[in-house]
Nanobody
C-alpha cells in the first residue's frame, strides 16, 4: 500500500513559479513510475508529467514542455514538479500518481495504482 500526499499548491500570478511535492509512504516507492496529472474546472483529468523509477527518464505533455520539470528523490520518497512561467490555463487541481507500469502506459492515463488527493494551483492573469 502506498499513500501519496501532495503539497505546494497556491495562488500565484502569471509568470510565477511553484514547486509541487508529493510525499509517498511505503518502502517500495523507488519501484514505481511516478506522475502528475491535473484537472481544471469543468474538464477531464489530464496527464502532465511522468518520471521513471530512477528519475532518469521524464515525459511531459506538450503544453508544459520547457516550463515544467519533474524529478524525484527516492531517498526521501518524494517526487516533485517544478512549474515555471505559469499561465492562467495551468489552473487546476494537481494530482500525484504512482504506477507499477511504464511511462508509456501512464501517459495514456492507464494503469495507475495509487492517487493522491490533489493540491490546487491557481494562476491569475
Amino acid at each position: 500500500q502506498v499513500q501519496l500526499v501532495e503539497s505546494g499548491g497556491g495562488l500565484v500570478q502569471a509568470g510565477d513559479s511553484l514547486r509541487l511535492s508529493c510525499a509517498a509512504s511505503g518502502r517500495t516507492f523507488s519501484t514505481y513510475t511516478m506522475g502528475w496529472f491535473r484537472q481544471a474546472p469543468g474538464k477531464a483529468r489530464e496527464f502532465v508529467a511522468a518520471i521513471s523509477w530512477s528519475g532518469s527518464i521524464t515525459y511531459y505533455t506538450d503544453s508544459v514542455k520547457g516550463r515544467f520539470t519533474g524529478s524525484r528523490d527516492n531517498a526521501k520518497n518524494t517526487v516533485y514538479l517544478q512549474m515555471n512561467s505559469l499561465k492562467p490555463e495551468d489552473t487546476a487541481v494537481y494530482y500525484c500518481a504512482a504506477s507499477m507500469r511504464d511511462i508509456a502506459t501512464m501517459v495514456q492515463g492507464r494503469g495507475m495504482d495509487y492517487w493522491g488527493k490533489g493540491t490546487l494551483v491557481t494562476v491569475s492573469s
